[in-house]
C-alpha cells in the first residue's frame, strides 16, 4: 500500500476522490514495465544498488509522484535479506573489543590484525568479515525475492491503493447491500468479518442491509492498525457484487468530505483472488484445537446469515451437543464496550439465547474499560480456550432448560 505521501485526491465540494491514472496510457505501461525490468534485473544484489537505479530512473520529471508510488507497490512485493558469515551485531562487538584492546591502531597492518584475530574467533574469512561490519543496514541487505507483476496490474495495483490511502482517515464507511442470494449475503458479511471491522447491520434478508463500519477516525486506541484493516478490506470488497459504499472522509481543517463507490464500478480492478482471503488466527486455532478439550460439542463452520428482526447474526461456527442443542459462535474483530452493549441489545430484542460472542482483548478499539463481562460473552487475552467455549455453551443450554 501507498504512504501518505504518495497519496493523492482532489476534492470538489463534499465528494472526495483519489487521483487515478489512465491504466491503459501507453507512457505509464511503459514506466510500469521499465521499473518492474529494474526490479528483476537486481535480484540478488544490494538494496542500495537497486535504489541508486531508480533514482536514476525517476530524476526529476513531472511525474515524480506516480513513480514513486510504483516504486513502493514494487518494493512491498520484495524480501530482503542480510548477507553475512556471522550476525553483523557479533561481527562488530569481537571487531571493537579487539581494537579497543590493541588501541590505538596507528597502521593499515594493525587494523588488519584485528580483522584477522576477529574472523579465527567468528570461524570465518577475513576479508567477508570486513565487508559484512555493516550488512544488516537496510541499504546493504541482498534483494533476494522479487514477486514480479504485469505492467497493467501493477497500474492497477496503484489506482486501488490510492482509494486504499484515503481509507486511512475514514470516519466510517456506510455499505447498501442489495437483495440477493444468501451467498451473496454471506461473502459480503464475510469479507466485513475477516478484516475484524467493527460493524453493526440494520435491514433484512428480504430488503437488503445497510452495514455502518467504524472507520479508524472514529477510534481511540490502534487507529493505526485499523486503518490497514479497513483499507486491504476495500480489494475484498471490490470482489462482491450488489453494494453500494459510501464513506466519510476526514478532510482538511476537520471538515467531512464523502468517497463514494459501487460494485457497478469498473475503474478498479481487485488484485485478491477470494473477498475474504484473509486469515484469522484465532478462528483457525479454535477450530484446530477443538478436539482437545473433550466435549460433547461438535464445533462446525456455519453458514447462515440469521436475521434479528432489523439486523443480522453472521456466526463463525455452530456447536451442536448429542441431544440435538445449537449454540451459535461468533469471534468478534475489532470492538468497543458500546459496540458490544448495542450488539447484545439486537439479540434481546430478537428473543435470541443461544449465541456466544467471543472478544479478543487485544482489539479492543476504545480505553473505555469493560468492568463487567455482559451475558453470552467472553473476553480472553491470547487465544480462544475450547473448554471456555463449551462451558459457556452448556451453561447457556442449562439455562434454556430452567426456563422451559
Known sequence: MLTADLAMSWQRGEQIRPRYIDADDGEYLRAAADLTALFAEHEGARRATLEESLADYVGTGTDYKILRGLIKLLTDRCEFETSAPADPTEIRRALFLKARAMHPLTSEDARAQVV????????????????????????????????????????????????????????????????????????????????????????????????????????????????????????????????????????????????????????????????????????EKLAATWGKAGSQWTLEPSGEVIDLGDSAFIPDFVLRNPPGARVFLEVLGFWTPEHLRERLLEFDHARIKNFVLAAWDELRGSRDPLTNVPPNTIVFKRSLDPSVVALMADKLVEEQSRER
Not at 119 to 140: F, I, K, T
Not at 153 to 174: H, P, T
Not at 208 to 229: C, H, M, N, T, W
Not at 243 to 257: D, K, P, S, T, V
Open 116 to 283: 584477522a584475530e576477529s574472523a579465527r574467533e567468528l570461524a570465518c574469512e577475513a576479508e567477508a568479515l570486513d565487508e559484512s561490519l555493516y550488512a544488516d543496514l537496510p541499504e546493504n541487505q541482498n534483494l533476494t525475492v522479487f514477486e514480479t507483476i504485469s505492467p497493467r496490474e501493477l497500474l492497477d495495483l496503484y489506482n486501488v491503493a490510492q482509494a486504499q490511502a484515503l481509507l486511512y482517515r475514514a470516519v466510517e464507511m456506510r455499505l447498501w447491500l442489495e437483495p440477493q442470494t444468501a451467498e451473496g449475503y454471506r461473502e459480503l458479511f464475510g469479507a466485513i468479518k475477516a478484516y475484524n471491522l467493527i460493524h453493526t447491520v440494520k435491514g433484512n434478508s428480504r430488503d437488503g442491509y445497510e452495514v455502518r463500519l467504524d472507520g479508524p477516525a472514529s477510534i481511540f486506541q490502534r487507529s493505526q492498525k485499523y486503518g490497514i484493516q479497513m483499507a486491504v478490506f476495500l480489494p475484498a470488497l471490490l470482489l462482491c457484487k450488489g453494494w453500494r459504499m459510501r464513506a466519510e472522509i476526514q478532510a482538511a481543517r476537520g471538515r467531512a468530505a464523502f468517497f463514494e463507490l459501487s460494485s457497478e464500478q469498473t475503474r478498479l480492478r481487485s488484485h485478491y483472488l477470494d473477498a475474504d482471503a484473509y486469515e484469522n488466527p484465532v478462528i
